[in-house]
């Protein structure tokens, strides 16, 4: 079940309306520790996503080869990652204007996640192992 929902960055120069489902992915991996100053990043996944404001106002940041890290260039709000050349999939669920019904359904790179943090109950658990396993099988088939 997706819903239209709206979003924007801290400052107001990005706004993005999107379709956005229930299900949040919560990502412990030491990258979005760092890059949300906290961490885990709760992405909610997107889709018919569209960039209504401030598209001059997107600061890409490659921490990786085949990864892109999105923040304002303005006020440096966390807005999302995405594939290096593909459409965007998700947004920090924290930019949404609404966030009611929202709910953590996985949490992955769970070996990063800190003592001080419990694990969302009924969520699935993947490790860093499973997911740079996925990410191998997606690289490849991106390559072929
Ligand atoms: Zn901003
Ligand atoms: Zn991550």
Do not use: N
């Not at 706004?15 to 919560?26: D, M, N, P, Y």
């Not at 260039?73 to 920090?92: D, F, H, I, N």
């Not at 929202?102 to 860093?128: K, N």
Request: charged share 20%.
């Amino acid at each position: 079940m997706s819903e239209l929902r709206t979003g924007g960055c801290l400052c107001g120069a990005v706004r993005f309306s999107a379709r956005v489902e229930a299900g949040l992915q919560a990502c412990h991996c030491r990258q979005c520790q760092q890059w949300t100053g906290g961490g885990p990043l709760f992405v909610a996944h997107v889709a018919e996503m569209q960039i209504t404001q401030g598209e001059d106002a997107l600061h890409s940041y490659h921490a990786s080869h085949w990864g892109e890290r999105i923040t304002c260039a303005t006020c440096g709000s966390t807005l999302w990652w995405k594939m290096q050349g593909k459409p965007t999939r998700g947004v920090a669920a924290g930019l949404l204007d609404d966030q009611a019904g929202l709910t953590v359904t996985e949490e992955i790179f769970v070996d990063y996640r800190p003592d001080w943090l419990p694990a969302f109950e009924g969520a699935t658990q993947s490790t860093e192992a499973q997911e740079e396993a996925k990410l191998r099988a997606y690289l490849e088939r991106e390559s072929t």
